[in-house]
T-cell receptor, first 107, second 123 residues
Framework: EIVLTQSPATLSLSPGEGAALSCRAS??????LAWYQQKPGQAPRLLIY???NRATGIPARFSGSGSGTDFTLTISSLEPEDFAVYYC?????????FGQGTKLEIK | EVQLVESGGGLIKPGGSLRLSCTVS????????VTWVRQAPGKGLECLGH??????????GYAAPVKGRFAISRDDSENTVYLEMNSLRTEDTGVYYC???WGSGPLYHFDPWGQGTVVTVSS
């Protein structure tokens, strides 16, 4: 099973600042890496798929990069609605696995 | 627009059984892969398994923690996918989401998601 490790566990930033969230895979997942945002009481929402493709309706301030084992989700300028938990997910091997999440909180 | 709505959650005793439903709209359910993902209270996300589209063979796949206890099936007349859960354990407690799985190449990512249904396994 491929293990995804996200860092940091918690990131404290202010609106307007930029954020970089990391996801590292225990073995190569090529570019088969997605990012999700989850707000309290809500289902997750797909942000980025295949490492760098924005899902439909996702603002341009969200971008993804990386390949192989190291990936980054970048939020260029944080809006108040961006404070949430973010998960990465790989689809290279079965079982599909998720990272443990990064909580992005308001400083 | 594809939408999925879960139902059937509730309180069940350890060892019991429960069937969750995922009603699909906006597309014929057998034209898509449908997956089940759960989230234990305060924890992360866990993919439980999938049912492939009819054109991809309609077969199912399961993660190790639920293989042999859970089963995914589909009723085309109802445009609904089911998750039959047997021999439930306290660690099966959580929010259960159905999602559409898609992507070119291996396996899938998850989009869109239903709103989730809560399963509590407790005596």
């Amino acid at each position: 099973e491929i293990v995804l490790t996200q860092s940091p566990a918690t990131l404290s930033l202010s609106p307007g600042e930029g954020a970089a969230l990391s996801c590292r895979a225990s073995q190569s997942v090529s570019n088969y890496l997605a990012w999700y945002q989850q707000k309290p009481g809500q289902a997750p929402r797909l942000l980025i798929y295949d490492a760098s493709n924005r899902a439909t309706g996702i603002p341009a301030r969200f971008s993804g990069s990386g390949s192989g084992t190291d990936f980054t989700l970048t939020i260029s300028s944080l809006e108040p609605e961006d404070f949430a938990v973010y998960y990465c997910q790989q689809r290279s091997n079965w079982p599909v696995t998720f990272g443990q999440g990064t909580k992005l909180e308001i400083k | 627009e594809v939408q999925l709505v879960e139902s059937g959650g509730g309180l069940i005793k350890p060892g019991g059984s429960l069937r969750l439903s995922c009603t699909v709209s906006g597309i014929t359910s057998n034209a898509i892969w449908v997956t089940w993902v759960r989230q234990a209270p305060g924890k992360g996300l866990e993919c439980l398994g999938h049912i492939k589209s009819k054109t991809d063979g309609g077969t199912t796949g399961y993660a190790a923690p639920v293989k042999g206890r859970f089963a995914i099936s589909r009723d085309d007349s109802e445009n609904t996918v089911y998750l039959e859960m047997n021999s439930l354990r306290t660690e099966d407690t959580g929010v259960y989401y159905c999602t559409r799985g898609w992507g070119s190449g291996p396996l899938y990512h998850f989009d869109p998601w239903g709103q989730g249904t809560v399963v509590t396994v407790s005596s």
